[in-house]
């Protein structure tokens, strides 16, 4: 069984090259003509690492990448689940921030405000960039490629808390925001939970497709009309 499932090696040969050439290749390149052109192409090189693993070495991708089929209650409780959880991480964002700043580390304003201008609708013809680019994308690929490929090879070698651990550390690092990386690893470890709960890839791809959406509409809210309540 262990045949038909990398080896924990071997994902991080996929993994490092992976986020490398996406953040270092692909994201400048496309990120310079238009930043949401340049998040969907990061999001599908994801894909593309692990489309190009499971052909050569011929695996099954239902198996590898958890595509279960999941009840229809399940997935009804997802949003619901990955709402409480986003304002709890949002919450633990907060006070690492405050904290940080403390420290005289603040996260850059420069950072702050691509984060918030690449989400907010400024016109009707920018929801379905945002839509995909923002939301449903980064939801498909980062749950294929970090608890699918990553969660289900390192849960059959090295057993749950490890393959948890290392997935939610992993999805942390792959944003290259180190002010964040205590919210993104909470994150990361929701989605990898739900997971292995449900056994199936799909309740984390709608949790993190929602979680995407949260803030979205939550940083729309407060732009637009000063409601700070969900931002």
Not at 52 to 64: G, I, Q
Request: hydrophobic share 55%; proline share 6%.
């Amino acid at each position: 069984m262990y045949l038909q499932y990398p080896t924990p090696r071997g994902i991080i040969r996929v993994v490092l090259p992976a986020l490398l050439v996406a953040q270092f290749i692909v994201w400048p390149v496309t990120g310079l003509v238009n930043p949401h052109l340049g998040i969907a192409a990061t999001e599908l090189t994801l894909l593309w690492f692990i489309a190009l693993y499971v052909r050569r070495n011929r695996l099954v991708s239902e198996d590898l990448l958890l595509l279960n089929a999941t009840p229809i209650s399940t997935m009804l409780l997802v949003v619901p689940t990955a709402l409480a959880g986003s304002l709890l991480v949002g919450e633990l964002d907060f006070h690492v921030s405050a904290l940080l700043r403390q420290f005289d580390w603040p996260t850059p304003t420069g950072l702050q405000r691509s984060i918030i201008e690449i989400q907010l609708v400024r016109s009707l013809l920018d929801l379905p960039k945002i839509g995909l680019s923002v939301v449903f994308l980064p939801g498909l690929c980062e749950e294929l490629f970090f608890r699918g490929f990553v969660l289900t090879g390192m849960y059959v070698h090295l057993g749950t808390k490890r393959a948890l651990f290392i997935s939610a550390a992993l999805f942390a690092l792959a944003h290259f925001n180190p002010w964040q990386f205590p919210a993104l690893f909470a994150m990361g470890l929701l989605f990898a939970v739900l997971v292995y709960w449900t056994h199936s890839i799909y309740p984390a791809i709608l949790a993190h497709c929602a979680n995407n959406a949260f803030s979205v509409t939550g940083i729309n809210l407060r732009t637009h009309y000063g409601l700070d309540g969900l931002a």
